[in-house]
């Protein structure tokens, strides 16, 4: 539009228009997403016919008629279904350009959403050009969007396709609205959050965010509702969308359909047995083990199926052990060992408390924590990733938050003499969370809650493959889950000898009354009898 070079003394004018592009470049590089594409058309033209008469000339452009054209009708919609533009209501534009902004503004608020807005490109515009002729610098209006609007660029999935996708879901949402009442959806979430259906932190996020939506979307109509729907496909968490295809939308037929709670309880856990849920039950066909060969190559990620025990140094502790204070070198007397204090033990029964209650009130005191061992139990081994800088595949693994650790425990439990570990008291060398909490408990709900005990010289003697589960991997990998699952049986994890990251696993929603015996840092020794999470 105007230009600039180092000959020039810039004028009013030129003042004005670099802080045009700074407010909107300022802006734009702030905006929050998602951002949808509405069909506001002819907006550069709005945009000159509005500025004076003289100003005209100079602003016929077209680099800036391009980036306009691509992204200026882009918007965002808020929680209640209102349209904005994304850009044309920077503060700080120069007054000169007022006028014309806000008609470009107000079509787009005015307009119809046609689907969500995702590229890759990490610059949106052309910044400046060189004149070769003259060597006049031209200066035009081009964003650098902040991280969460581009889209990350995948092998298996370009921008376009991952958009089509909303699309899709955003029709599935509609139909699941229109098929499922908020009753339904109350009382489905209801009986997930009851704690009597197995497994049902697998589908509680789901319900939640689905009543929530049906809330906001009660009385909206027209285009608020168009928007909202949008909104919701747009923003939702993988798998959400697709309600009537998942778990949750056999629960909400259920109880549409007035099922009894026990023939409804019964179904759910047939559905949730984890040798079923979203396992593949059949061999992977000829096709689907090519389409992994192509899946696994583009993704960079064959070195990310090799797999082993993992180790307590790589575990994300929520508590271990004190260390006793080692003596000063180089003393005489530096070689010998203080005698062990024995701990007192307090005669009382064992203090019942739920884990949430004993992680704020008595783990930060802990000094030491031993655990009664069952003779069967939900013994369970974290693993890895054998080569640490394979691309992630695990659902809360990412390039910027490095976490290849996941985990598995046998269906019904498993007897203590398979992990080398007599029942009885024995020491925890570490309390964790699910590595999908490590870092954000909040992010993968539907993984579920739990933490796990550590126990010394607790590893698993039995083969059990490489536990490349399809509820734990990344979505690109959903539609060769039958290949993977294959893999996954007939590989072996690697690092055996040197497991130190195996103990005891226990949930959200069960009922535990599993025993503890900790040694606080004053000496003292109290027994507890945690019930459950929370």
Same mark, same amino acid.
């Given at each position: 539009? !105007? ?13 004005? +228009? ?19 594409? /509405? ?17 005209r000339?100079?602003? /016929?452009?077209a ?16 929680? $209640? ?25 107000? =079509? ?22 060189r004149?070769? =002729? ?20 995948s092998p ?10 909303v699309?899709q ?6 139909r ?15 009986l997930?959050?009851g704690? &009597?259906?197995?497994?049902? #932190? ?18 909206? *109509? ?32 259920? !109880? ?13 856990a047939? *559905? ?33 199926l #090799? ?7 790589e575990?994300?502790?929520l ?6 204070? #080692? ?27 739920t ?7 008595a ?37 910027d938050?490095?976490?290849? !650790?996941?985990?598995?425990v ?36 539907h ?8 126990? $010394? &010289? ?12 399809p509820?734990?991997? *990344?979505?690109? +990998? ?16 690697e690092g =055996?000898?040197?497991? /130190?990251?195996c ?9 535990? &009354?599993?025993?503890l ?18």
């Amino acid at each position: 539009m !105007v230009s600039a070079s180092s000959e020039m003394t810039p004028d009013t004018d030129d003042d004005d +228009y670099a802080a045009f592009l700074a407010a909107l470049r300022a802006h734009g590089g702030a905006a929050q997403g998602p951002l949808f594409a /509405t069909d506001a058309d002819a907006l550069h033209d709005a945009f000159l016919a509005a500025l004076p008469p003289e100003m005209r000339q100079g602003y /016929t452009c077209a680099a800036c008629r391009r980036f306009v054209d691509t992204f200026g009708a882009l918007a965002t919609i808020s929680a $209640r279904g209102e349209l904005r533009s994304w850009l044309w209501h920077a503060p700080g534009i120069p007054a000169r350009y007022t006028a014309a902004v806000q008609v470009m503004a107000r =079509r787009v608020d005015d307009a119809r959403v046609t689907g969500v807005a995702l590229t890759s490109l990490r610059v949106w515009g052309l910044a400046e050009n060189r004149s070769q =002729r003259t060597g006049v610098t031209w200066r035009h209006i081009a964003i650098e969007p902040p991280a969460a609007l581009v889209h990350v660029a995948s092998p298996v999935q370009t921008a376009a396709q991952a958009a089509a996708e909303v699309a899709q879901e955003r029709v599935m949402v509609e139909r699941a609205l229109g098929e499922f009442s908020l009753d339904v959806a109350v009382s489905a979430r209801t009986l997930l959050k009851g704690g &009597n259906l197995y497994r049902s #932190e697998k589908a509680e996020a789901i319900a939640t965010w689905f009543v929530e939506l049906h809330e906001r979307m009660r009385g909206a *109509k027209g285009p608020i509702a168009d928007r909202l729907l949008w909104s919701a496909a747009a923003t939702a968490p993988t798998g959400f969308a697709h309600l009537r295809a998942g778990m949750l939308g056999t629960l909400l037929e259920d !109880v549409h359909a007035g099922v009894p709670f026990e023939t409804l309880r019964a179904r759910w856990a047939a *559905k949730m047995d984890p040798t079923q849920y979203m396992r593949p039950q059949a061999a992977p066909t000829a096709g689907n083990i090519a389409a992994a060969e192509k899946v696994v190559e583009a993704l960079a990620s064959a070195g990310a199926l #090799e797999r082993r025990f993992a180790r307590l140094d790589e575990v994300e502790a929520l508590w271990k052990p004190e260390t006793p204070t #080692e003596p000063a070198r180089g003393g005489i007397f530096s070689h010998l060992r203080p005698k062990a204090a024995k701990p007192t033990p307090v005669a009382q029964p064992p203090v019942v408390m739920t884990f949430d209650k004993f992680r704020r009130e008595a783990l930060p005191e802990a000094a030491a924590i031993e655990l009664l061992v069952p003779e069967r139990g939900s013994f369970i081994a974290l693993i890895t990733a054998v080569n640490p800088d394979a691309p992630p595949i695990l659902q809360w693994d990412r390039a910027d938050r490095r976490n290849p !650790v996941n985990w598995y425990v046998y269906p019904g439990g498993s007897p203590s003499s398979q992990w080398g570990v007599e029942p009885g008291w024995r020491e925890v060398t570490a309390l964790t969370l699910l590595p999908s909490m490590w870092g954000a408990e909040v992010e993968h709900k539907h993984q579920g809650k739990g933490v796990i005990a550590l126990l $010394r &010289n607790c590893r698993d003697t039995r083969e059990a493959g490489i536990a490349l589960f399809p509820e734990v991997l *990344k979505s690109e +990998y959903r539609s060769i889950r039958a290949t993977i699952e294959a893999y996954s049986k007939g590989a072996k994890l690697e690092g =055996r000898p040197k497991a /130190t990251a195996c103990g005891l696993d226990l949930r959200a929603g069960q009922t535990w &009354n599993q025993q503890l015996r900790v040694t606080d840092r004053r000496g003292t020794q109290t027994m507890y009898s945690l019930d459950r999470w929370d």
